[in-house]
């Protein structure tokens, strides 16, 4: 019975491997990006970039790994306050929806918090994905305009379902 439950919790947190995608690290996470996508480092921290981000030549949308080794937690006020703070510095004049929402991405136990504000009559969006990683918490940021964040939403949701502690023995050319 016991190694029945086992498999089920096992089978429930798998994290997913991205087809034709490419395997990372970031402060103890492994995570897919999708073939099209490429990655650099920011001084915020790991940037994804998707290959047809931002035609127009001016920022659309971004997407980056960050990190903050004072936060050990993912509940509480100081953790709030350094999501709100990082979010203000990212794009001034945003305003929270809510509470951080309790979600799971691939083998994670995460939050979600969202950010709002108009633009020139554009709604921009902060989403903030946060999960532990080595020794502090970890988040993903998801910044643009709503309506191109939206047509976005698949290909980043496959992001966050490859999500896993540590590293996976069977993901090879994992890329740090």
């Keep these: 019975m016991v190694s029945l439950l086992f498999a089920l919790a096992l089978h429930m947190q798998e994290a997913k491997k991205i087809e034709g995608g490419s395997s990372h690290k970031f402060k103890g996470l492994t995570f897919d990006i999708p073939g099209n996508w490429k990655t650099t480092n920011s001084d915020m921290g790991l940037v994804l970039v998707p290959n ?6 001016s920022l659309e949308e971004a997407y980056a790994f960050a990190s903050d080794a004072a936060l050990k937690e993912l509940d509480g006020e100081a953790f709030e306050r350094a999501v709100d703070k990082l979010v203000e510095d990212v794009q001034p004049g945003m305003t929270r929806r809510g509470r951080p929402e309790k979600k799971r991405f691939g083998d994670l136990e995460g939050r979600v918090l969202g950010y709002d504000s108009k633009v020139e009559n554009r709604t921009v969006e902060v989403r903030v994905y946060a999960f532990l990683g080595d020794g502090c918490v970890c988040w993903l940021l998801a910044l643009g305009y ?3 964040l939206a047509k976005r939403n698949g290909e980043f949701a496959a992001v966050l379902g490859s999500l896993s502690k540590g590293g996976y ?8």
């Design 169 to 176: 023995e069977d993901w090879k050319n994992v890329e740090t």
């Design 52 to 57: 047809d981000a931002n035609p127009s030549g």
């Design 146 to 148: 709503q309506d191109v």
